[in-house]
């Protein structure tokens, strides 16, 4: 089946720097992906579409300066957290759209902790 | 407009009774439904899904669900519950294949040896 790769899927960092967070479809192009962000024991809340080769477009309450989505091709995505602070300490997850057939399939998370 | 509904954040069984998990969802077109299981630090596993064609849906490790239009609920149920089996669920619906997912809250499962 179709696979989505996330990197990395365990981050530490200090506060006020950047992480970049990748999203992979190895097997299918996927012109939109999602990402989702998971705060502890609570629902995974969608932050952003992803449309390659355009702007992204979030969600409400979703600073677009501060976590910076680029779809510059049909197999990758990446989120960048920037100037991290220890609140954007979160469970962070994409998925990726197939067209044939069309499905969602998700990547294996990644866990950022900012110190 | 999709959201999603679970009763219960915390459901307590004893190995070997049977789990139900509550979802119900609204949806303003058929939807697709679907239940995720969350192991602690790991991504999500999908269990099941239902997509317009029979309404009992039987899912991986001896999960189903089933789909009532009239109650518009789809919840989770396994006969027999395993230790292996304690981990978070989660409910999504979304619009059709390949659209964006909405998520219930999630139900975390204990099971008491």
């Known amino acids: 089946g179709a696979v989505v790769s996330q990197h990395p899927s365990r981050v530490i960092c200090k506060s006020g720097t950047s992480v970049k967070i990748e999203c992979r479809s190895l097997d299918f192009q996927a012109t939109t992906m999602f990402w989702y962000r998971q705060f502890p024991k609570q629902s995974l809340m969608l932050m952003a579409t992803s449309n390659e080769g355009s702007k992204a477009t979030y969600e409400q309450g979703v600073e677009k300066d501060k976590f910076l989505i680029n779809h510059a091709s049909l197999t990758l995505s990446t989120l960048t957290v920037t100037s991290a602070h220890p609140e954007d300490s979160s469970f962070y997850i994409c998925s990726a759209r197939a067209n044939a057939p069309k499905k969602l399939f998700f990547g294996s998370g990644t866990q950022l902790s900012v110190l | 407009a999709q959201s999603v509904t679970q009763l219960g954040s915390h459901v307590s069984v004893s190995e070997g009774a049977l789990v139900l998990l509550r979802c119900n969802y609204s949806s303003s077109v058929p939807p697709y439904l679907f239940w995720y299981v969350q192991y602690p630090n790991q991504g999500l596993q999908l269990l099941l899904k239902y997509t317009s064609a029979a309404t009992l849906v039987k899912g991986i490790n001896g999960f189903e669900a089933e789909f009532k239009k009239s109650e518009t609920s789809f919840h989770l149920t396994k006969p027999s519950a395993h230790m292996s089996d304690a981990a978070e669920y989660f409910c999504?619906?979304?619009?059709?294949?390949?659209?964006?997912?909405?998520f219930g809250t999630g139900t975390s499962l204990t099971v008491i040896p």
């Open positions: 999504a619906v979304s619009e059709g294949p390949g659209n964006q997912f909405y």
